[in-house]
């Protein structure tokens, strides 16, 4: 392997996600138009987990792809910014990815998802290649273009985290190459009303995997082959729950620079990770303000009890 380059590298879709925050409970469908606030901003997991990473001041390099447009510019603006490697940014001829989120004033969160050529897109293997082998830490999100960059992650003996989102009935054939090269794992329980049954099916098939589900306002779940299945409740902040969108991409940027890059313990980096994303949820429709490593070490600092309570 190269000299490293980086700390890690980000696989996956980066668009402009539009929020919608509905004002009622529920929308009115039997109306032509709805009172709402609109915001456009930098999103999608890709987004979230690139610049959380730059956040914490990790040195991240993406791989995926933008459209050559407006959308496109800003994403690539966004990244200089934050100091991320866009070097294997290419472009999707179908245009930047984009994501519709309806976000309720109880949390609630609908997503609306555009992927643009994510299917067919076919990335440059030679620059992904030597971007991949300048890291010790690849996160694959799951868009099906990263397919083949799998085997090279095992082959360079890459830590390989993977995030296959919203599970609704058993790990899928779309889902099932990025489970199996797995060594880090993530979920979300949002249409499982308890994880517990999937997360020892998937250590059963994988016993040296490391499993982590995201529960929303329930806290998360940890599980390893040795340690069984371990629950966490949520932190607890001042701050209010204000959109829960990037709470799951913070739960692993928090886990994985605590765990794979800080050394942290497996338990200890499941409560920063946890951190993390409840700090995503203070944030209103943007990308830009996500937590940095001094309020991360001062909320880890403060936590007491069976949550993490800021005196």
């Not at 098939?205 to 995201?214: L, S």
């Not at 340690?227 to 829960?244: A, L």
């Not at 739960?251 to 995503?280: C, I, K, M, P």
């Amino acid at each position: 392997m190269n000299n490293e380059r980086f700390d890690v590298v980000v696989v996956g879709n980066v668009g402009i996600d539009t929020n919608v925050y509905v004002q009622g409970e529920e929308i009115n469908f039997a109306l032509e138009s709805n009172f709402t606030e609109n915001i456009d901003y930098v999103g999608q997991a890709g987004g979230y987990t690139s610049r959380g990473f730059a956040q914490l001041r990790k040195r991240a390099a993406f791989i995926g792809y933008v459209g050559a447009d407006n959308g496109g510019r800003l994403i690539r603006e966004e990244f200089a910014q934050d100091g991320i490697d866009t070097t294997a940014m290419f472009v999707d001829p179908l245009g930047t990815s984009r994501s519709v989120n309806f976000i309720y004033p109880d949390g609630r969160r609908r997503n609306f998802y555009d992927g643009k050529g994510h299917m067919q897109l076919q990335p440059d293997i030679g620059i992904c290649r030597d971007i991949l082998s300048s890291t010790k830490l690849v996160h694959f999100h799951i868009p099906n273009w990263a397919r083949p960059l799998l085997p090279i992650a095992k082959e360079l003996n890459l830590t390989i985290a993977c995030d296959i989102q919203d599970v609704v009935a058993g790990i899928d054939e779309y889902r099932k190459d990025f489970v199996d090269f797995a060594d880090i794992l993530f979920l979300s329980a949002t249409n499982q009303a308890d994880p517990k049954a999937l997360m020892e099916g998937l250590l059963r098939a994988h016993p040296r995997q490391i499993v982590i589900t995201g529960m929303g306002e329930k806290g998360c779940a940890l599980g390893t082959s040795r340690g069984g299945i371990r629950f966490f409740p949520p932190p607890d902040m001042e701050k209010s729950v204000i959109d829960t969108t990037g709470a799951g991409d913070g739960l692993t940027v928090g886990f994985l620079s605590s765990f794979v890059l800080d050394n942290y313990s497996v338990g200890d980096a499941v409560e920063r990770g946890q951190l993390v994303a409840r700090h995503a949820c203070t944030l209103k429709a943007t990308s830009s303000n996500l937590i940095t490593p001094e309020e991360l070490e001062f909320y880890f600092g403060g936590r007491s009890g069976k949550g993490f309570r800021v005196e």
